[in-house]
């Protein structure tokens, strides 16, 4: 017997696709428009693709100089996320349920998730400001310290569910811990890594409130959203610029996703196949 189909949850669905492909609808067409077309109808598809947006933008003095401040903070916090975040959380993973330093560590940082930037963002700046990190590697350095907390909860959880027995052997082997992290356990991280990679990397590069408060002051420190920004002045506002550096912004780091993203399900569907395979075998 089929079943009917939820009308309710298609409903839903629909929407929450509108939701999404409307905006992007709303900053391609407007990229592709002069400002006086613009003006006239923002929804109107327009009557000719105009490139001359896109040619001003990459003209534009300092957006190379923005361009390369963005990757770096991107790659360097990304590195970093990679070597710091896996490691802490292996740490505790394995040793919350002997220590209850490892325990009461792991719920400290739990908390930090709960905490929203609007409440610490004015003592976090105010820190940056007294040790001089109000610039590119200072908050390429907050980035990767903001990232642990939720890094910690994904990781200790995939970390749990690789068995301990692959230890047991590299110990009995005479392996040390740190050789057994990373010819063992940190290969099979693959599918949590990549999962941090891309929602870290999309917030590095996307992020406009931090760059707003620690870099505004300097343009040379200005990352591509602040560029983007500051394409207004006290009178005018140069919607044209703005969609299609946004369009700029968004396209690498959406080829990008992409491809983790099929990373991720490949490796996530080899792990899980896997797992199920060694359970059957029990």
Known sequence: MRRKPNVLVYVLLVLGAIMIIFPMYLTIISAFKPMDELTKSIFAWPSSFYLGNFKEVITKEGFLHSVINTVF??????????????????????????????????????????????????????????????????????????????????????????????????????????????????????????????????????????????????????????????????TTVNYSLIFAGLLLVMLPIMILYVFLQKQIMGRSGQWCSKRLTERSRR
């Not at 930037?117 to 940056?128: E, N």
């Not at 408060?213 to 500051?230: E, G, H, R, V």
């Open 73 to 234: 903070i991107t790659v360097v916090a990304c590195v970093g996320v990679v070597l710091v975040v896996p490691l802490v959380s292996y740490a505790i993973a394995r040793n919350m349920d002997q220590k209850k330093y490892y325990k009461f560590l792991y719920f400290f940082l739990l908390i930090g998730i709960f905490v929203p930037f609007q409440v610490k963002m004015m003592p976090l700046v105010q820190v940056m400001s007294n040790f001089h990190m109000l610039n590119v590697s200072g908050i390429t350095v907050v980035y990767i310290a903001s990232s642990v907390c939720e890094g910690v909860f994904l990781y200790v959880a995939f970390i749990q569910g690789v068995p301990g027995e692959l230890e047991e052997s590299a110990y009995m082997d005479g392996a040390g811990p740190l050789y057994t992290y990373g010819k063992i356990i940190f290969p099979l991280l693959k599918p949590m890594t990549a999962t941090v990679l891309i929602m870290d990397g999309l917030w590095f590069w996307n992020d406009f409130f931090l760059p707003l408060l620690a870099l505004n002051k300097t343009p040379d420190n200005y990352t591509l959203t602040l560029f983007i920004y500051n394409f207004k002045s006290q």
